[in-house]
């Protein structure tokens, strides 16, 4: 294991990542175990796992920690994130805290661990991740001696996630037959989904890669990259699906392509998604990342909801969501959240309620999103840069005087309007991230040649 202080860089904004085992190993499992204790003093815990190949031994280390020092824990085994929230919530206060041994999207030379209070509230930054990190890095071997908890196992899980999104999501008695196919990317949405489908006896689905494998030897399992989605956009020309469906590794995240195998952006997916969260909500606050298509706050007030902008990230997000009370949110990074759904997100929810707007309005894929792509975004571009700070100050001093409207929640968002050319306007943000020395820019203008043009100008900032 590496040494305590070279440990403090696994710990992200939003959950624990890092190679394993050479970084994240049984050693750091214990620890981690203790830290929690040590930290939260939870008497249970709720721990489960994904499908990697290192997840078995950091879960059972992790526990070896957690009871050594005193909390019980309830195993559920194999399982998605979405249903592991999910439990935690349904709980009812069963549980104090969960972990999930997982690295979501990460490629599998990486594993992780995501950590939630018992109202399934992320453990991230400004919310214990710090004090965690310091008291994991302090942490010795775990002591023995003391009182052991106990661990039970939990084989109702799957099924009681399954009847609780099926209750929420409110299908018709009656809908028509529906052919789509389904990437679920060797992830847990292959352990997931067979168990759900069987619910759905009307959808034929056309499955790629439902076997769980921890090496992920067919693609990364990460459908924000268009890349990945070679093989499910073939499958959906082919075979003249409604649409395509690919999830993450964790089964967190969802992305569409539509009947013509056009991959549809997180930002649409969020204002079409929020469009059918406003029908049974109206009026409903729905938030959207920094990133987000000005096309999206258009379309939720259209369809008369209240939107607003909220910083990138999940535990950034669950927290204003409770804060603000917003029914639904959505990041260009294609996770959803949902009120109802103790703030947490889940692609399986997400699909269900797509299908049940597509039965309602009898209509395609493609009927529900192309309108709402009125501009040319460019989509995120990360720069590697020596100090991320000074790039900052330095786009700041070029544009904030030029700004119309600013906004630092997130790094910094400048919007440039000129009610006498709106054809003219463009918007920009730019972010530093949390963990590599990476800023993330995203330009949107009324068409494709000016926002290539604001890119260009400002790329030889950046890189100047």
Same mark, same amino acid.
């Given at each position: 294991?590496?040494?305590?202080?070279?440990?403090?860089?696994?710990?992200?904004?939003?959950?624990?990542?890092?190679?394993?085992?050479?970084?994240?190993?049984?050693?750091?499992?214990?620890?981690?175990?203790?830290?929690?204790?040590?930290?939260?003093?939870?008497?249970?815990?709720?721990?489960?796992?994904?499908?990697?190949?290192?997840?078995?031994?950091?879960?059972?280390?992790?526990?070896?920690?957690?009871?050594?020092?005193?909390?019980?824990?309830?195993?559920?085994?194999?399982?998605?994130?979405?249903?592991?929230?999910?439990?935690?919530?349904?709980?009812?206060?069963?549980?104090?805290?969960?972990?999930?041994?997982?690295?979501?999207?990460?490629?599998?030379?990486?594993?992780?661990?995501?950590?939630?209070?018992?109202?399934?509230?992320?453990?991230?930054?400004?919310?214990?991740?710090?004090?965690?990190?310091?008291?994991?890095?302090?942490?010795?071997?775990?002591?023995?001696?003391?009182?052991?908890?106990?661990?039970?196992?939990?084989?109702?899980?799957?099924?009681?996630?399954?009847?609780?999104?099926?209750?929420?999501?409110?299908?018709?008695?009656?809908?028509?037959?529906?052919?789509?196919?389904?990437?679920?990317?060797?992830?847990?949405?292959?352990?997931?989904?067979?168990?759900?489908?069987?619910?759905?006896?009307?959808?034929?689905?056309?499955?790629?890669?439902?076997?769980?494998?921890?090496?992920?030897?067919?693609?990364?399992?990460?459908?924000?990259?268009?890349?990945?989605?070679? @093989? #499910? &956009?073939? /499958?959906?020309?082919?075979? +003249?699906? $409604?649409?395509?469906? !690919?999830?993450?590794?964790?089964?967190?995240?969802?992305?569409?392509?539509?009947?013509?195998?056009?991959?549809?952006?997180?930002?649409?997916?969020?204002?079409?998604?929020?469009?059918?969260?406003?029908?049974?909500?109206?009026?409903?606050?729905?938030?959207?990342?920094?990133?987000?298509?000005?096309?999206?706050?258009?379309?939720?007030?259209?369809?008369?909801?209240?939107?607003?902008?909220?910083?990138?990230?999940?535990?950034?997000?669950?927290?204003?969501?409770?804060?603000?009370?917003?029914?639904?949110?959505?990041?260009?990074?294609?996770?959803?959240?949902?009120?109802?759904?103790?703030?947490?997100?889940?692609? @399986? #929810? &997400?699909? /269900?309620?797509?299908?049940? +707007?597509? $039965?309602?309005?009898? !209509?395609?894929?493609?009927?529900?999103?192309?309108?709402?792509?009125?501009?040319?975004?460019?989509?995120?571009?990360?720069?590697?840069?020596?100090?991320?700070?000074?790039?900052?100050?330095?786009?700041?001093?070029?544009?904030?005087?030029?700004?119309?409207?600013?906004?630092?929640?997130?790094?910094?968002?400048?919007?440039?309007?000129?009610?006498?050319?709106?054809?003219?306007?463009?918007?920009?943000?730019?972010?530093?991230?949390?963990?590599?020395?990476?800023?993330?820019?995203?330009?949107?203008?009324?068409?494709?040649?000016?926002?290539?043009?604001?890119?260009?100008?400002?790329?030889?900032?950046?890189?100047?």
């Amino acid at each position: 294991m590496p040494t305590p202080e070279s440990l403090q860089h696994v710990f992200h904004a939003y959950d624990i990542r890092g190679l394993a085992p050479e970084e994240l190993d049984e050693v750091f499992a214990r620890r981690l175990g203790q830290g929690i204790v040590s930290q939260f003093r939870p008497a249970n815990v709720l721990v489960g796992r994904d499908m990697r190949i290192t997840s078995p031994a950091l879960e059972a280390a992790l526990i070896e920690g957690l009871t050594a020092s005193g909390a019980s824990v309830t195993r559920i085994g194999l399982c998605s994130t979405p249903m592991f929230n999910v439990l935690v919530g349904l709980g009812n206060g069963s549980y104090d805290m969960g972990v999930m041994v997982t690295a979501s999207h990460n490629p599998g030379k990486y594993n992780g661990f995501k950590i939630v209070r018992g109202d399934a509230s992320p453990v991230g930054q400004g919310s214990g991740m710090e004090e965690l990190a310091d008291a994991v890095c302090a942490a010795g071997e775990v002591a023995s001696g003391g009182k052991q908890g106990l661990v039970t196992e939990d084989a109702t899980g799957l099924e009681r996630y399954i009847d609780h999104i099926l209750k929420l999501a409110a299908l018709p008695t009656e809908m028509p037959k529906t052919k789509i196919a389904i990437d679920a990317g060797n992830g847990m949405a292959g352990t997931v989904l067979p168990e759900l489908l069987k619910r759905l006896p009307w959808l034929e689905v056309l499955p790629l890669y439902f076997e769980p494998d921890g090496t992920f030897p067919n693609h990364e399992a990460n459908p924000i990259k268009t890349e990945t989605l070679t @093989d #499910l &956009v073939a /499958l959906v020309k082919k075979e +003249r699906c $409604a649409m395509g469906v !690919a999830f993450d590794g964790d089964a967190d995240r969802i992305g569409f392509v539509d009947e013509e195998g056009t991959p549809i952006p997180g930002d649409l997916a969020t204002a079409m998604l929020g469009q059918e969260m406003l029908r049974q909500s109206p009026n409903g606050l729905v938030l959207f990342d920094v990133r987000s298509s000005r096309a999206v706050s258009e379309a939720l007030a259209e369809a008369g909801g209240r939107p607003k902008m909220c910083k990138v990230g999940h535990a950034f997000i669950k927290r204003q969501m409770r804060e603000d009370g917003a029914i639904f949110a959505g990041e260009v990074s294609m996770h959803y959240y949902f009120h109802d759904l103790h703030f947490v997100e889940s692609g @399986d #929810l &997400v699909l /269900l309620l797509v299908l049940r +707007r597509l $039965a309602r309005e009898r !209509a395609r894929m493609s009927a529900l999103w192309k309108p709402l792509k009125k501009y040319a975004h460019s989509g995120e571009i990360n720069f590697t840069v020596a100090d991320a700070s000074v790039v900052m100050r330095r786009i700041s001093d070029a544009y904030a005087p030029l700004a119309t409207s600013t906004s630092d929640i997130d790094g910094l968002r400048y919007e440039f309007r000129d009610p006498a050319r709106p054809q003219a306007d463009w918007w920009l943000s730019l972010r530093m991230s949390n963990t590599e020395p990476l800023v993330r820019l995203n330009v949107e203008s009324r068409d494709a040649e000016t926002t290539k043009k604001r890119v260009e100008e400002i790329t030889k900032l950046i890189t100047a």
